[in-house]
């Protein structure tokens, strides 16, 4: 079952027999032109069903297809013409490859929220890293600070401690001096008269 081309302008419903249809919509002013180049067609399929079933309804009004024995309605450029098995497959490989592409969309928005959540992580084990390494450098430095205080206070003891036991032992010998100062004096004294008033024969 063909449709002619000049089924369209005749205005007579074509009859089709057949139990798989499809829709072959014209995009060309001129049917007969687009009939003759397949270039100005462009083939979508609308339904299928078994012999004396009913497909589905073109969205569109003055489109229908009845299967068994029925009419074909034309109207606005559109015809509805049996099912060809070299268009259904090239349907079918369109449909193949759209949900290719459609897959491979995914794959690739899948793939970027993942280097996403992959990056953020990073940054946010980063930031966590840097706040561990700032806070480990501030206790260091306040042990370290700590600890030259307490050595400083510790130096600084052991001075003032110095220095007393060097004013006790100096005022130690001082008395020790004095003692001995007073002790030997009065031999010093009368050494020395003893020198003054002796005289030479």
């Not at 299967?67 to 098995?85: E, M, T, Y």
């Not at 899948?110 to 959540?117: K, P, T």
């Amino acid at each position: 079952p063909h449709l002619p081309a000049s089924g369209r302008g005749s205005g007579r419903p074509v009859v089709c027999s057949s139990s798989l249809f499809v829709e072959v919509v014209v995009h060309l002013a001129d049917p007969l032109a687009a009939a003759a180049d397949s270039r100005g067609i462009s083939v979508a399929t609308r339904g299928i069903a078994a012999a004396g079933g009913r497909p589905p309804r073109d969205p569109r009004p003055g489109h229908r297809v009845v299967v068994g024995g029925a009419r074909a309605q034309i109207g606005s450029g559109r015809i509805s013409h049996p099912l060809d098995p070299s268009l259904v497959r090239l349907e079918m490989d369109s449909n193949r490859r759209q949900g290719g592409i459609q897959l491979l969309l995914a794959a690739e928005q899948e793939a970027q929220h993942i280097v996403n959540a992959a990056r953020n992580a990073k940054m946010a084990r980063l930031k966590q890293a840097k706040e561990e390494a700032e806070k480990e450098i501030a206790e260091f430095r306040a042990h370290m600070e700590a600890e030259f205080q307490r050595k400083v206070a510790e130096s600084s003891g052991d001075s003032g401690s110095n220095v007393k036991r060097l004013d006790q032992e100096t005022e130690a010998k001082i008395q020790h001096l004095k003692s001995e100062a007073e002790r030997i004096s009065h031999g010093v004294v009368h050494m020395l008269l003893d020198h003054v008033t002796a005289t030479k024969n």
